[in-house]
């Protein structure tokens, strides 16, 4: 245990995915309200391609792959609003080319398959100093403009006819959203590896709203779930020598059944 | 603001959607004060009206000016409320109390993130107590009846004093007698704080007795006057006809 407390690497991975944990707590809220969910698989899946075209360029993927994954995410919005296709259809046409484009460019380089490994399937503990301030400044500014835009957001979210008329550019907002959403894939990718990037989104998110009773109160259990899955799920990974990845998808499941049951047994006591 | 100040004029307005129209020609106008109620049946254009009015659809045809001003240069939208179709259908997953649907639309006007929250927090229950729901701020809206939702999503547009208030079908799915508490509360409010009301009806019997003119669409605007003209008019027949109620009844 003391080992743990002079690490500097295990420092950077709390750090790092702490920030990364308040950041999907409180975009994941939202994202599963709007029916967005799936919006983080999308575009984890387009980043592939970045992570593949860094690498070939010995770039640093991850800021490779946050400038595709925003390129791609408005395409996405494109498709949604100018060519009126539904989201989901969206998300699916540009989540395979970006697979397509990623496995293609695999073929270019030998022994690229080890390196990509670790952004499939993530691995917190080997972030580096610079990818650890990354992480920090840009999910500190997805707190930050989910914090400012707090109301609109509610409002929008809720009933998206009337928060246009009342003046709100609602369009914007969604705009800010899925570019938000690529940033937080982008870093989620270090953390979880692409493969489970959704489950830092989706999982606090739905676990809170099986217990919350107002909008607030559902924003700050997400984060809290969130938190504690990422925390949790890199110590054990550090004490018991597992994948950091799969151990905090595994705690943030196992919150979700616990919320569950107990909104049933809730449910059970009020009938 | 006095009875003849025109907050809304509409000119000349056409829309069609695909090639196929929804509105031809209609000209209106609507003055500080006035109850409107929009009659019309199914397919009338009566909601692609409404919609044109707020912005959520654009003119092909024709102009649209809110306060003397351009539709498309407007921008005090807090002068306006509006309660769409089906409003109170919402997603039963959403997590949001009374007070938060109201705070956010109050907020949402602010520049800041962080207002008076006192002030705020005094706004949201005087509306609540407006609409006779003072002591529900803490619960989730989508535990409350259908009626109460209703008053809430009013409670929602007052909060930023708008002046005038549009509503599509506000009762669709309610009984009788909240119905008619609903658009007793929206009486009060027209003669008490002289806010200006348009009203898509198709229960034009019960709400009636507030009204003081009418509009009556058919994809052309066929009648545009008093209520009381309204009643002694040819155009009553053909509403009769149509299914519509225009005296008062209990179903």
Redesign the interface.
């Known amino acids: 245990m003391n080992s743990i407390l002079v690490s500097s690497f295990f420092w950077r991975a709390i750090l790092a995915g702490s920030f990364l944990a308040l950041a999907c707590g409180l975009l994941g809220v939202f994202l599963v ?1 709007r029916r967005d969910a799936m919006i983080a698989h999308g575009l984890s899946h387009v980043a592939f391609a970045g992570v593949a075209i860094g690498l070939l360029l010995n770039v640093l993927p991850l800021i490779v792959s946050l400038i595709v994954c925003i390129l791609g995410s408005f395409f996405i919005l494109k498709l949604k609003n100018q060519a009126k296709m539904p989201g989901d259809t969206a998300i699916a046409i540009l989540s395979s080319a970006g697979m397509a484009l990623g496995i293609f460019l695999t073929s270019f380089k030998r022994g690229f398959g080890a390196e990509l490994m670790t952004y499939l399937f993530g691995d917190v503990l080997a972030i580096a100093p610079m990818e650890v301030w990354l992480a920090v400044g840009l999910a500190f500014l997805v707190i930050v403009l989910l ?6 957001l ?2 929008s ?3 998206r ?8 550019r609602v369009q914007r907002l969604e705009e800010m959203l899925i570019f938000l959403s690529s940033i937080t894939v982008v870093l989620g990718i270090r953390i979880v590896g692409l493969l489970l990037v959704t489950a830092l989104t989706v999982l606090p998110a739905a676990s809170s ?1 099986q217990l ?7 924003l700050i259990l997400s984060s809290i779930f969130s938190l504690f899955s990422i925390i949790s799920g890199i110590l054990l990974a550090y004490i018991f020598d597992l994948s950091a990845s799969a151990a905090i998808v595994f705690i943030s499941i196992f919150i979700f059944l616990v919320c569950l049951a107990l909104k049933k047994i809730n449910l059970v006591k009020s009938s | 603001m006095n009875q003849l100040t025109e907050i809304i004029k509409v000119k000349n307005l056409s829309f069609s959607y695909d090639g196929l129209l929804a509105l031809q020609d209609i000209n209106l106008s609507i003055y500080a004060g006035d109850f409107l109620a929009i009659i019309g049946p199914n397919g009338s254009g009566k909601t692609t009206l409404l919609k044109l009015i ?3 659809l654009k003119p092909q045809k024709g102009e649209v000016f809110l306060f003397g001003q351009p539709l498309e240069e407007f ?1 005090d ?2 002068k ?1 409320g ?3 179709q089906k ?1 109170t259908y ?2 039963p ?5 009374v ?3 109201i ?7 602010q520049k800041y ?1 962080i207002g008076n929250k006192k002030e705020a927090e005094e706004k949201i229950a005087q509306v609540l107590k407006l609409v006779g729901l003072d002591d529900i701020g ?1 619960k ?1 809206i989508t535990s409350l009846s259908g009626g109460q939702q209703q008053r809430i999503l009013i409670a ?1 547009a007052l909060v ?1 004093e708008p002046e005038v208030l549009l509503l599509d079908e506000p009762t669709t799915g309610v009984d009788y007698l909240t119905q008619e508490n609903f658009y007793d509360l929206l009486g009060q409010l027209n003669k008490d704080r002289l806010l200006t009301i348009i009203l898509i009806t198709h229960d034009y019997g019960i709400v009636n007795k507030h009204v003081n003119r009418v509009a009556c669409l058919n994809q052309r605007l066929v009648y545009h006057g008093e209520h009381s003209e309204f009643c002694q008019s040819d155009v009553v027949q053909q509403f009769l006809s149509g299914g519509h109620h225009l005296v008062s009844h209990r179903h």
Do not use: C
């Open positions: 309200l914090i400012v835009n707090y109301y609109p509610i409002f979210t809720f009933d006819e009337s928060a246009l008329v009342s003046g709100i709203l919350a009773r107002n909008f607030k109160s559902t | 707020v912005g959520l921008r939208w807090h306006i509006y309660i769409q409003a919402f997603d997953f959403i997590p949001i109390s007070k938060e649907v705070a956010a639309s109050l907020y949402s006007n993130f803490h989730k929602r930023n």
